[in-house]
């Protein structure tokens, strides 16, 4: 029996899903077409990945259409989003973050396969293929993630602890800026340090990318969290903590998703993690700022 017969048979329920599903796969087709022409020329091997999987979908696209008849539109819209995510955060992250959204739409073939007999051989073809094909995708900046989780932890705890200890100390914005500022900036420079002697003991060719990608971390991650006492008035120094608390929480949470999205990890477990032993640590140096201000007296 051809599609074109089948198609008679299909409920209206069934054509609306075959029909959302033509426009899908052509959305991702136009997705990783662009993102391979983005990347064309500092890693042919990633494109062609892509351009193999995006002649995938458009060739699921056709079969569909066999079915509907239907002539579909890509989602512009979703293909301009995903596009600037690959620009932002590199290709491999919006690509598995697809990807990831997918898994529920498999489930969606389940529903076809009686139905449709193209929709089983689709469904094993894209479990296989696509995930055998998105494995191979690989980006430098994935490499040193290690050096980033590295940066971005040590600043986080160190300058987290540092800076709530220091508000209750000093009770002043600025001079926590100040002391803030100067902290992070030889921290910065120390990390960076060390990362490069460690890797070159190790006899590491790439230490000095290593050291760069621990040291942009660290730095980023400084100048977010010396950011409210910078812009608040002096006397504002607990908002400013608050604000620097939330900031920890916030830059946890973007870059342990990013993490664990781009190389497909749990996010909850290393969420709750990171924030407890910063959090944790902003707890008890606040403690001791105000343990240290009274025994000693001092009153800035």
């Known amino acids: 029996m051809s599609a074109a017969e089948i198609s008679k048979k299909l409920s209206s329920q069934t054509l609306k899903l075959l029909q959302k599903m033509q426009v899908g796969e052509l959305t991702e087709h136009l997705i990783y077409t662009r993102v391979a022409d983005i990347i064309e020329k500092r890693s042919p091997e990633n494109a062609a990945v892509l351009r193999r999987v995006g002649e995938e979908e458009r060739r699921h696209a056709a079969i569909w259409k066999s079915y509907t ?20 955060f590199g290709f491999t992250f919006a690509m598995k973050k697809m990807e990831n959204g997918e898994e529920s739409a498999q489930k969606t073939y389940g529903r076809l396969f009686a139905e ?13 293929h696509e995930q055998e094909l998105l494995a191979m995708l690989d980006e430098e900046r ?22 709530a200890g220091l508000t209750f100390a000093m009770q002043n914005n600025k001079l926590v800026a100040l002391s803030g500022l100067i902290t992070g900036a030889s921290a910065t420079l120390s990390m960076a340090s060390s990362e490069y002697l460690s890797a070159r003991s190790e006899g590491r060719p790439d230490a000095l990318k290593s050291c760069v990608y621990t040291g942009i971390a660290y730095l980023i991650t400084v ?17 400013s903590l608050l604000i620097m608390l939330l900031t920890v929480v916030l830059i946890i949470a973007g870059f342990t ?19 407890s032993i910063s959090l944790g640590v902003a707890v008890i140096s606040f403690i001791i700022g105000l343990i240290v201000k009274q025994c000693l007296g001092i009153d800035v």
């Not at 040193?144 to 590295?150: I, P």
């Open 142 to 163: 994935l490499h040193y993630v290690g050096s980033m989780v590295l940066g971005l932890n040590d600043a986080l705890v160190e300058l987290t602890g540092t800076l």
């Open 257 to 275: 998703y990013y993490v664990s999205v781009a190389q497909g990890l749990a996010f909850r477990r290393r969420f709750t993690e990171m924030a």
């Open 116 to 128: 449709v007999p193209e929709a089983e051989r689709i469904c094993a073809d894209e479990e296989r």
């Open 69 to 88: 008849g239907f002539e579909a539109k890509p989602d512009l819209h979703k293909v301009r989003r995903t596009v600037l995510l690959a620009r932002i």
């Open 223 to 239: 100048t977010l969290l010396v950011l409210p006492y910078l812009l608040l008035p002096a006397g504002a120094y607990l908002v």
